[in-house]
């Protein structure tokens, strides 16, 4: 016997490569093993950036005494969650419904078929060394128990899956409601929503924006600006480098848990970026400017994708690369620039971090100082950020997952055709073209790729929602006919494949590889869900292709999830976010021009444009561009022509007159 994890494409299972467990990749050769042997089953859940799955690892895995007892009782399967998250949801809800809560390391014992019948998430090592000698001892003196306890288990959480549930088509007080109960969840004084650990609440805030536009209402903007300006000068912003640390452990935003997600700085750019659209925010454009620089310098991979999360810890050290004393700042910057640094950063002899040390936050508010000041603040910033440069880098998770590179994608290019960014925009058609091609297999999307090379594991319903969703995007950008027709095919794909006959769908294809249950999750966690992806996709292929087919799948699923919007808002925002664009329409926006990049009523139509519309410019009858079609320069002018459900309002050649018809 012997670990067989040393050929995994997974950067989190290339971590154990080395362990004295015997490990197993997931698949049925683990489980034919398992039913030869008569032995149950460990599944350990984790992902590359996750601190206490290091902790475990550490303690329990590297240690000899505990490899003995789990390759003597059992077959030890190591999955990585962000590569195969059908099998973590399956999992999860399993441990859910047995502890009443989850997290990562995730821990479950299982039959030779699969069956959980215990389920954890971190153990420290006696504990766990008694569990698994409890374990064991209960499988060869109880099996008749848990056996059953393992069936018991997998009809719950079937049943937990709320396909075929209650249904709620959207309307605008569903909406209102969704948007009463976030307001009613804020922190007045931190911002955002509940407490420790406080999460960002990218999604939310995207509905609430949306929302703002469609109703007027102030208090929906003035809580996503209060949210967006506590954390931007809060330590779970990156004050030097840019990107959002995975969450704060406190309710101030102080102290992150410090691993940066791909994911959430894709969503958080989309959102501060049309914060600043609506408002004209200052500091608003520079975390979106930081943001998308973050993303592209830092997460970058050789091949043109996006890497998936930087490493909470370095050399097994939580925060050693960003945490500060005032000594050490006076030793980069000098006695002078050091206290004034000390005090705008603050970063006191107490500390608010470890061994006195201190995450940096942004105590002043340095985007309305004097020019002199901010000057200052820059060349400070960029002294520390090139002596924090030198100290020991946390580790990348180098893994490039479809879902998380489309969210990426949507998000780089409505900065760019907001701001003018040609780096965002670069990077938007470059990324969509890594997934085009490498992940986009047999007309069939694959989940991870790594070093150029696509993996097995096979696309969830969010990948191709996501994915879908930026190829849509980048048509937007380019006005070019192949992204149109590359979303269609997995929107197609979508459809047939993953659709549950009853408006909602499945997390896996019906061809997948089938587990104890077929997921289903409709809840925005993390990543918006498989079918908040999805119909966000379809409502716009809707408007941009004129297939109305698409529209009354989105209207479908989007009911399916209407009671979460109402009921339970935070764990809906994409799905409330999309279902704000299929209430205000969404508007179509077609701009005929020879200057799409440079033409101003291009930029207008991106500025004033309601939420969630489609806007596309370019030369009329552009071939493969549906809403360019029939659209001609007026008296040889660029001409906005303005739609809502497929029905025109009379063209226009002026910006006012533009921005007169977008907020009739």
């Known amino acids: 016997m012997a670990n067989r994890l040393g050929d995994a494409t997974s950067p989190y299972l290339l971590q154990h490569k080395d362990n004295p467990v015997d490990w197993w990749q997931w698949g049925e050769e683990a489980f034919a093993e398992a039913r030869r042997r008569d032995v149950p089953v460990l599944i350990s859940v984790g992902y590359a950036a996750c601190h206490w799955c290091h902790v475990m690892a550490h303690e329990s ?8 007892l789990l390759n003597d009782g059992f077959v030890s399967i190591k999955v990585d969650r962000e590569e195969r998250p059908d099998v973590d949801a399956v999992y999860m809800t399993a441990t859910q419904a047995m502890t009443g809560q989850g997290g990562w390391p995730m821990t479950v014992f299982a039959t030779p078929t699969g069956e959980p019948f215990f389920c954890g998430t971190y153990y420290p090592k006696s504990n766990f060394g008694r569990l698994i000698t409890s374990v064991t001892k209960a499988w060869q003196e109880q099996r008749a128990q848990v056996i059953e306890q393992g069936a018991s288990v997998v009809k719950a959480i079937g049943g937990a899956q709320l396909v075929g549930g209650p249904v709620a088509p959207i309307s605008a007080e569903l909406l209102e409601a969704g948007a009463s109960g976030l307001l009613k969840e804020q922190d007045e004084i931190n911002g955002g929503f509940g407490g420790a650990p406080k999460f960002p609440p990218h999604m939310g805030m995207l509905f609430l924006l949306r929302h703002h536009q469609r109703t007027g209402s102030a208090e929906a903007l003035e809580v996503v600006r209060h949210a967006a300006e506590r954390m931007g000068r809060g330590g779970i912003y990156d004050q030097l480098g840019g990107g959002f640390a995975r969450y704060a452990v406190d309710a101030t935003w ?4 410090f691993e940066k997600m791909l994911y959430d700085n894709a969503l958080l750019l989309r959102a501060y970026t049309q914060l600043w659209r609506l408002t004209g925010d200052v500091y608003a454009r520079r975390i979106a400017d930081e943001t998308a620089t973050f993303l592209l310098r830092d997460l970058g991979t050789p091949e043109g994708g996006l890497a998936s999360a930087l490493d909470a810890d370095t050399d097994g050290v939580e925060g050693l690369t960003y945490a500060w004393t005032p000594a050490q700042l006076t030793e980069v910057l000098g006695e002078e620039d050091g206290a004034w640094a000390a005090d705008l950063f603050n970063v006191t002899e107490e500390g608010t971090f470890e061994h006195g040390s201190s995450v940096l936050v942004l105590a002043r508010d340095i985007d309305a100082a004097e020019p002199a000041l901010a000057e ?31 969210l990426a994608v949507t998000a780089l290019a409505e900065h760019a055709v907001l701001t003018g960014n040609d780096a965002s925009r670069e990077a938007a058609i470059r990324i969509a073209d890594v997934l085009a091609t490498r992940h986009v297999v047999d007309g069939r999307l694959r989940r991870v790729s790594r070093d150029g090379v696509v993996g097995e594991p096979a696309g969830v319903l969010e990948d191709y929602g996501c994915v879908a ?66 119909v966000a996709a379809l409502v716009s292929c809707s408007a941009l292709s004129g297939e109305p087919e698409y529209r009354e799948a989105a209207d479908a699923a989007l009911a399916t999830v209407g009671p979460l919007i109402g009921g339970h808002p935070r764990f809906a925002g994409y799905a409330a976010a ?39 410019a370019g030369e009329p009858d552009r071939p493969g561009v549906p809403l360019l079609a029939d659209r001609p320069l007026l008296d040889g002018v660029p001409t906005a022509y303005v739609c809502k459900g497929f029905v025109c309002e009379r063209p226009v050649t002026s910006p006012a007159d533009l921005i007169a018809r977008l907020q009739a």
């Open 578 to 616: 999309v279902a704000e664009a299929a209430l205000s329409g969404p508007y179509e926006i077609a701009i005929a021009t020879t200057d799409p990049v440079g033409d101003p009523l291009v930029a207008e139509a991106h500025r004033s444009a309601p939420a969630g519309a489609v806007v596309v």
């Open 469 to 534: 969703e930026g190829f849509l995007a980048v048509h937007q950008l380019t006005a070019d006919g192949r992204w149109l027709d590359a979303a269609r095919q997995l929107l197609d794909v979508a459809l047939a494949r993953f659709a549950t006959g009853q408006g909602g769908f499945y997390d896996t294809a019906d061809d997948a590889e089938k587990l104890v249950t077929r997921p289903a999750d409709p809840t925005d966690n993390a990543t918006p869900s498989g079918v908040s992806s999805i």
């Open 376 to 406: 200052r603040w820059r060349g400070v910033r960029q002294r520390l950020y090139d002596a924090r440069r030198d100290r020991p880098q946390p580790a990348r998770d180098d893994k490039v997952v479809a879902s998380w590179n489309g």
């Open 61 to 68: 895995f590297e240690d000899e005494q505990i490899a003995k």
């Open 254 to 257: 102080t102290v992150p848990h």
